[in-house]
DNA sequence: TCTACTGTCCTATTGTCATAGGACAGATTG
DNA sequence: CAATCTGTCCTATGACAATAGGACAGTAGA
């Protein structure tokens, strides 16, 4: 698993961890009981401070996605939310209202969208299948972790983004 | 259009105001050309600045769903992004993604969710279909729109939500 | 033109977030 | 036990977001 972290994306550091983290367990880049680099020396690899890194895992483990032991370290956890199954549906339908408003304003139709999901969850479970234990073919390929490109829900837009922005028209 | 804020739920209410619009959007419940509240009254009736009124039209308008003009008032667009196809389509793949990936960690299974997104899309469509003009019912229909639950991508979780919180199992 | 409405700009304050370093505590290994 | 890993807690600080009030500017209608 390798972190990496963009200073220049306005998303708070420890976020940006934390959700590289959420994306390489749904992806299966990371699977149950995968022991997660420890605190200091990511830290030092990412040039920030050992807390920030601390407050990301806090965070993961605060959502039921990591398991932390102090002396030992921090591994992937099964998954399996904290949260009810009322509260867990919530979430999601937030998510998902969050998706089909912005298609909206993206003037992308319901059926190019439903396409879309189709092929994002394609684009996940595809990964998870070639990380089952016994099926895996280059070792390397299990480094090659997708991240997000703009995970925070709210403008301002990353600046990898805002790069392609043109004024108007297609 | 109905607005109303959450102090309690730790989200900026100047961001509750946009989503407010943008979903009031997307579902048809505003429509373009239909006139907002003028910044003033709104505020007094919200118990909030009128600056903070101010900043989620300016916020509006930069992402081009609004028009503004001094002296007359704030109008809702025809729905066009001012981001380029590119650029939409990133934006919106990023909301999917994240969907995904909280369908994942909250234990939805690629069918359900697909249901899930059918069941959201049909539910904004509905509305919409609903308020077009000369298929209108009952006019205090318009009113009652729907406003997001837990817009806010990142923990924690807004009050609404965590009234539901219970340690674990389904 | 005067008044009353509209939105806009400038500046100040407040609070919280993100990050940082020092000191502490549990676990492992030799 | 000593050394060295692991994570944790406490406190401080800098930056920025969110909100607020005063003054200004464009528009409409009597």
């Not at 990371?30 to 965070?59: C, F, H, M, Q």
């Not at 921090?74 to 009322?86: A, T, V």
């Not at 479970?125 to 016994?134: H, I, L, M, N």
């Amino acid at each position: 698993m390798v972190f990496h972290v963009d200073f220049k994306s306005g998303k708070p550091v420890y976020l940006q961890l934390v959700d590289q983290v959420r994306y390489a367990a749904a992806s299966g880049a990371l699977r149950p009981g995968d022991l997660l680099p420890s605190i200091r020396p990511l830290a030092e690899e990412l040039r920030v401070n050992r807390n920030t890194v601390a407050k990301a895992y806090t965070e993961l483990e605060s959502r039921g996605i990591i398991e932390t032991a102090a002396g030992k370290g921090c591994f992937l956890k099964e998954n399996d939310s904290p949260l009810n199954k009322q509260v867990r549906h919530k979430l999601l339908v937030a998510r998902i209202d969050e998706a089909v408003v912005t298609a909206y304003q993206m003037q992308v139709g319901p059926e190019v969208l439903r396409g879309l999901v189709d092929e994002r969850i394609q684009f996940f479970d595809r990964k998870k299948a070639g990380t089952q234990p016994g099926s895996e073919s280059d070792p390397q390929e299990k480094e090659q972790i997708w991240t997000p490109t703009n995970p925070s829900s709210t403008f301002p837009i990353s600046a990898d983004v805002m790069e392609n922005w043109t004024p108007s028209t297609d």
